[in-house]
């Protein structure tokens, strides 16, 4: 078993090629819930949808959120009505919120409704939410505290952060089968997803810290930054603000103690040796998903 | 000011009549809230969302709910995960129940958007749910107890009924606004509305009835049995398994003790004087709406 430690797109998109090297049912992915939201009544888990939709084949390229043909009728009409648009959700996408409110309302987790919408459209990698339980990442800005949504959407996360909080994070638990992911999976993997906000979050929820280091021998990070940046969102402006170094090496520094190799890109060489000198094991390949080939090429190097 | 008691459609197109014969600034409506809903995570208001679409002009006439140039895109797509689609709802009347959630999230009360949502479509009367609290109409039937929307809609109120419940009932309580409207209102109409469980949920709610009681002089009520059946739903059908006569007899002994005068239908004069002679006025009109002329003449006799 593979286990992916997971935010959104870029995980995605690694699952997606990971799926192509191994038997889908020897992965699985531990998802981040801090971005999660309740709008408009609706319990919405940004992470788990873009997984789940990319992998479904359902996702929206041209957006890169979301799901195909999608349209936008509701969203239109709650505008007219003078509700709070800022966050789009299709007509399509509304309905997979709509379900999943319902089912928690029933007595569901999200762990049982992130089957249940796999099983609906054929993913065939289990899915789970880090915990079942209500976190949420949370920015001190010059503007005030804001949610994840409102800082990475209202505010395009063009806003200076002083500080980040994993709201409710001490208080929750981890799923049972996280937990046991995390434990017998022969490789943990952490996405190329952002270590502040996608992938700090599942690391504070209680116990998978702890267990990511012990298992740091047979964990894998792949560096989101790549030449100085992020590819898309503020993987490198949180970075800098937190006092990181915005390279490979930086992220290299962050998981500090919990990985036991690390995946840089082919423009990073140059920070190799001195990862290497931490005592770290480098792997050096394309990191950019670009074309399935190019995915195929990191997929096969995290796994190798 | 004249106040009405009023459930969905039938109080809906008196609404609308009334509106025309006198200035809508003197007229309000005390709104059922015992058919409402949380479905999919969203607060659903089945009978102010009737008064306030047809009064906006905005309502469906074909399908008899809901809003006219309505698309269906959620519903679809929900059906096809599988999720609960027996009660419909359409991509434009989502953006209400969106709209009314995320304000109730906020604090605001169902009083306070009613009245937002009536501003923005042009509502000029006062639409007040009798109470703020939850309430929920539930119906004992041989397939066990079900919620208002089950028996009405799932089942199309097909269904034998042993006893009506309002819960929460007790512990409501009416909103201040609606207590003044009962304490100064010139007069209360009550409306052609399922006396059972459109009226009754509001007179059950704490000081409703007794504040009724003590206006009686100065409260008519519209029989909603015309010739020994109801125009629509199920009254009729309930009035006789509760061992009320099917008649507008039958609704004069429901209300007996609340109202001053009633209103027949003309196809009911043979029970004009069995009416009158339990102390009741009597007004002998059409009470079909079925025309515009037909619901002027309805609001005319109201306001005598």
């Known amino acids: 078993m593979i286990t992916v430690l997971s935010g959104g797109v870029g995980a995605a998109r690694l699952l997606r090629a990971l799926r192509n090297e191994i038997d889908p049912k020897e992965l ?34 041209e957006l890169g959120w979301g799901l195909r043909d999608e349209s936008w009728r509701v969203m239109k009409e709650l505008h007219e009505l003078g509700g709070e648009s800022w966050f789009g959700l299709g007509d399509r996408d509304l309905a997979t919120h709509l379900y999943r409110s319902q089912r928690l309302d029933e ?3 999200k762990t049982q409704v992130a089957r249940e919408l796999c099983q609906r459209w054929g993913v065939d990698i289990d899915l789970l939410p880090v915990t079942n339980d209500t976190i949420a990442t949370v920015f001190a800005t010059e503007r005030g505290t804001l949610s994840f949504q409102e800082y990475f959407v209202k505010y395009h996360h063009d806003i200076e952060v002083r500080a980040i909080t994993i709201q409710g994070a001490t208080e929750s638990r981890p799923t049972p089968e996280v937990l046991n992911a995390l434990r017998t999976s022969s490789r943990i993997i952490i996405a190329p997803s952002n270590p502040l906000i996608s992938i700090d979050p599942i690391l504070q929820v209680p116990q ?13 990070a792949i560096s989101p930054i790549i030449n100085g940046a992020a590819l898309k969102g503020p993987a490198d402006r949180l970075m800098r603000e937190f006092g990181y170094d915005v390279s490979c090496e930086g992220v290299a520094t962050f998981y500090d103690g919990l990985i036991g190799s690390i995946i840089i890109d ?34 096969k190097a995290a796994l190798a």
Chains 1, 2 share one sequence.
């Open 28 to 61: 699985c992915a531990v998802v981040n819930v801090g971005d999660d939201l309740v709008l408009h009544g609706l319990t919405i888990c940004p992470d788990l949808d873009t997984i789940s939709y990319t992998l479904a084949g359902l996702n929206n390229d």
């Open 107 to 109: 007595g569901a987790t």
């Open 208 to 220: 998978v810290r702890e267990l990511v280091r012990e298992r740091r021998g047979d964990v894998v």
């Open 266 to 299: 082919e423009t990073d060489r140059a920070f190799e040796s001195a990862i290497r000198s931490r005592g770290l094991d480098v792997r050096v390949t394309t990191t950019v998903m670009a074309d399935p080939s190019h995915a195929s090429q990191l997929a």
